[in-house]
């Protein structure tokens, strides 16, 4: 979403928090150059699906800085250690600013994960967005302030990403290790520890802490799911992803 021109003004960076791969960044040092700042979290499904647009446009455009601001939304990720590790397991190598106290949540008054902004070279808002998508619109408002040319912006990297498609929503995530029918796209989960868990039979070994994709359809897709979780593995949370809806094929 496109805010006001010069209507909101960049909070400043919390003093003494943790950062990841540059020693420390103030905002008002960032002035003569557009800043995208996206409050992530390393095992929040929506915030992994946006990261791969987040990660191209860091390496696109040399004259935007990005900054990935890890605020927690679960237990597990509240884990200093975890979200360092994660990040290096991710391939981040933009800035990632640990706000685990909220402080810049606060400021900003974001809705959820993830959250994205994007500054103008004067640190004003430009552009907005909650949630997944709109990642041609966010493209867009880059390249205009940094005076490229308009349409040359990143295919969609999912069918469900392509702002054309029939999108239904899943089922909402449930807590642990769900069993039941849901409709969805693909099926994660957030999980810790080392081991086996068993999904609708087969196994599936669990070799970090955070989120895994265990399930894909391609589309939207009615289906049923069993979760056995084994010895020495925790599912915190399962999570269900949209899908494209398919148009039935006419009969001849």
Do not use: K
Request: glycine share 10%; with cysteine; aromatic share 8%.
């Amino acid at each position: 979403m496109r805010a006001a021109p010069g209507r909101i003004f960049a909070p400043p960076f919390p003093d003494g928090a943790r950062w990841l791969n540059v020693a420390m960044l103030r905002m008002d040092q960032q002035l003569g150059r557009p800043v995208l700042v996206e409050f992530f979290d390393v095992c929040r499904v929506p915030s992994l699906r946006t990261l791969p647009y987040v990660q191209a446009w860091d390496r696109r455009y040399p004259e935007l800085r990005v900054v990935s601001v890890h605020t927690p939304g679960y237990e597990l990720s509240a884990d200093e250690e975890l979200v360092a590790s994660s990040v290096q397991r991710l391939g981040i190598s933009h800035a990632v600013l640990l706000d685990h106290r909220g402080e810049l949540w606060q400021r900003y008054g974001n809705r959820g994960w993830p959250g994205r902004y994007l500054w103008d070279q004067r640190g004003t808002l430009v552009d907005l967005h909650y949630g997944e998508g709109a990642y041609a619109d966010t493209e867009e408002a880059i390249r205009e302030l940094l005076e490229l040319p308009g349409g040359d912006v990143i295919a969609p990297l999912r069918p469900e990403d392509d702002p054309q498609a029939t999108i239904a929503a899943p089922i909402p995530e449930q807590e642990g290790a769900f069993c039941g029918d849901y409709v969805g796209g693909g099926v994660w989960v957030v999980a810790s520890g080392r081991g086996t868990l068993a999904v609708n039979g087969s196994a599936y070994e669990v070799t970090y802490d955070g989120a895994h994709q265990l399930i894909d359809h391609g589309e939207h897709t009615e289906a049923a799911l069993v979760l056995e979780p084994g010895d020495g593995v925790t599912v915190h949370a399962t999570v269900f992803t949209p899908g494209v809806v398919r148009s039935p094929v006419p009969e001849p």
